[in-house]
């Protein structure tokens, strides 16, 4: 099932809502408390390589940069999507 969403910033999204089911997917989602440089791959599990590629250029700043922060609360958004929970 393919779940469509918008985040605050703007940002549109579609995820399969297996993938957020997936074990592991939830087990690289544990993993990144020990080891957040695995957070980019978290992301490219649940979005694609070209949604990240889309969603880096949705936060960059004008100087170039895709602030760390802004992924992170991307992704919180997208997955506190209601639709995700029913």
Partial sequence: MIISGKTKSGFKYQIQKEQVENYEFMELIGEVEENPAIFPKVF????GKEQ????KD???TEDGYVPAESMIE???EIMNNP???K
């Fill in 52 to 55: 990240v590629s889309k969603l």
């Fill in 74 to 76: 991307e992704f919180k």
């Fill in 58 to 60: 949705h936060v960059r």
């Fill in 44 to 47: 490219k599990m649940l979005l």
């Fill in 83 to 85: 639709k995700l929970k």
